[in-house]
């Protein structure tokens, strides 16, 4: 499931960003529906049916947008698909999506789980901007998935562009992305301040050994010596 849950993400973003072929739009319903059998599953196993819900809220989303797509036949579907605002909640959910794919894969969540999860972030992310931003006039907006993915980089590592959001969604999603980033940025400055604190302690450690060594050796011997001073005084 988490190979799939990966190549679902690779196929969303070369949707929304060049848009998909009928093969591969076939290898998205295969994937979607796979992904409501384990759904339906993991509902039937689980013992309170609302809070699981009530969990799974975005989860339940990702479901619910490719049958819109898959029953576009419908006029109110077909109108649903062309509505911006459910490509962001896409995006959201398939990034919550990786997200716990990569929890469950990489159960400690270290320097390595954020770094991935940054990666599916940063291209996603990219993704969606260009989608919402490609068609504003005068080709003022991010126009091709290059420039969108440097932009995006941009925000993730909190320097940003001359470049802002013209539309309402693009920057919902720049706002997310930007608190992303933020929580992001102070996870990592304190994981490498607390890398180098920790060589510091270590290397500290490394030059008290032979103090230590000499001041342990100098207390055996004078607890022989007291030992040996009882003795006679014993006597």
Same mark, same amino acid.
């Given at each position: 499931?988490?190979?799939?849950?990966?190549?679902?993400?690779?196929?969303?973003?070369?949707?929304?960003? &060049?848009?998909?072929?009928?093969?591969?739009?076939?290898?998205?319903?295969?994937? @979607?529906?796979?992904?409501?059998?384990?759904?339906?599953?993991?509902?039937?196993?689980?013992?309170?049916?609302?809070?699981?819900?009530r969990g799974n809220a975005l989860t339940v989303a990702?479901?619910?947008?490719?049958?819109? %797509?898959?029953? &576009?036949?419908? &006029?109110?579907? %077909?109108?649903?698909?062309?509505?911006?605002?459910?490509?962001?909640? &896409?995006?959201?959910?398939?990034?919550?999506?990786?997200?716990?794919?990569?929890?469950?894969?990489?159960?400690? %969540?270290?320097?390595?789980?954020?770094?991935?999860?940054?990666?599916?972030?940063?291209?996603?992310?990219?993704?969606?901007?260009?989608?919402?931003?490609r068609e504003l006039p005068h080709g003022q907006g991010?126009?091709?998935?290059?420039?969108?993915? @440097? @932009?995006?980089?941009?925000?993730?590592?909190?320097?940003?562009?001359?470049? @802002?959001?013209?539309?309402?969604?693009?920057?919902?999603?720049?706002?997310?992305?930007?608190?992303?980033?933020?929580?992001?940025?102070?996870?990592?400055?304190?994981?490498?301040?607390?890398?180098?604190?920790?060589?510091?302690?270590?290397?500290?450690?490394?030059?008290?050994?032979?103090?230590?060594?000499?001041?342990?050796?100098?207390?055996?011997?004078?607890?022989?010596?007291?030992?040996?001073?009882? %003795?006679?005084?014993?006597?």
């Amino acid at each position: 499931m988490a190979a799939l849950g990966l190549v679902w993400l690779v196929l969303v973003i070369v949707d929304l960003s &060049r848009g998909l072929g009928p093969l591969a739009s076939r290898t998205v319903l295969l994937i @979607w529906a796979v992904f409501v059998l384990d759904f339906l599953l993991r509902f039937a196993l689980a013992p309170g049916k609302w809070r699981f819900l009530r969990g799974n809220a975005l989860t339940v989303a990702a479901l619910a947008l490719p049958a819109f %797509r898959a029953f &576009r036949a419908v &006029r109110v579907l %077909r109108a649903l698909t062309r509505l911006r605002g459910l490509q962001l909640v &896409r995006i959201l959910s398939s990034i919550n999506r990786s997200m716990r794919a990569l929890g469950r894969t990489m159960r400690r %969540r270290g320097f390595g789980y954020v770094l991935a999860l940054t990666v599916i972030v940063t291209f996603t992310g990219a993704a969606g901007m260009q989608y919402f931003e490609r068609e504003l006039p005068h080709g003022q907006g991010l126009n091709d998935f290059a420039t969108a993915l @440097w @932009w995006t980089a941009m925000i993730m590592t909190t320097m940003g562009s001359e470049y @802002w959001p013209k539309t309402a969604e693009g920057r919902m999603l720049c706002l997310i992305l930007a608190l992303y980033a933020f929580a992001v940025f102070g996870y990592v400055t304190g994981t490498i301040a607390t890398y180098f604190i920790d060589r510091d302690i270590e290397a500290q450690r490394q030059r008290d050994a032979p103090d230590q060594q000499a001041l342990a050796a100098e207390l055996a011997a004078l607890r022989t010596e007291l030992q040996a001073l009882r %003795r006679k005084l014993g006597h």
